[in-house]
């Protein structure tokens, strides 16, 4: 079974940083487009970063579009979201994703991803 484990989250203060992790096991990311999704209380879930198969393609919503960076290490099984420049809007859980299908494009539609994690929460707030 795969699973998925992000890390990182916290409490930070407007303009400041956090690196969000996600290792996964049970299964790989070597040829699956990995996303990052976040969910503010009482708001739907919303598509913030993904990164193909191959890491040429990279997709960003305008809202965090300059702030916000998605990586991907193969080796480590791994997915990386680097947030700078953090708003108070930026506040919510967030959740990593491996696409459902191989060596397909990357991705902003929840329903093409099949494995989620827990999520790690972010608070931006001073």
């Known amino acids: 079974q795969v699973q998925l484990v992000e890390s990182g989250g916290g409490l930070v203060q407007p303009g400041g940083s956090l690196r969000l992790s996600c290792a996964v096991s049970g299964g790989p990311i070597s040829g699956y487009t990995m996303g990052w999704f976040r969910q503010a209380p009482g708001k739907e879930r919303e598509f913030v970063a993904s990164?193909?198969?191959?890491?040429?393609?990279?997709r960003y919503p305008d809202s965090v579009l300059g702030r916000f960076t998605i990586s991907r290490e193969n080796a480590l099984n791994t997915v990386y979201l680097q947030m700078n420049s953090l708003k108070p809007e930026d506040t919510a859980v967030y959740y990593c994703a491996r696409k459902t299908t191989a060596y397909t494009p990357a991705s902003f539609d929840t329903t093409d991803y099949e494995y989620w994690g827990q999520g790690t929460q972010v608070t931006v707030s001073s």
């Open positions: 990164i193909s198969w191959s890491g040429s393609t990279k």
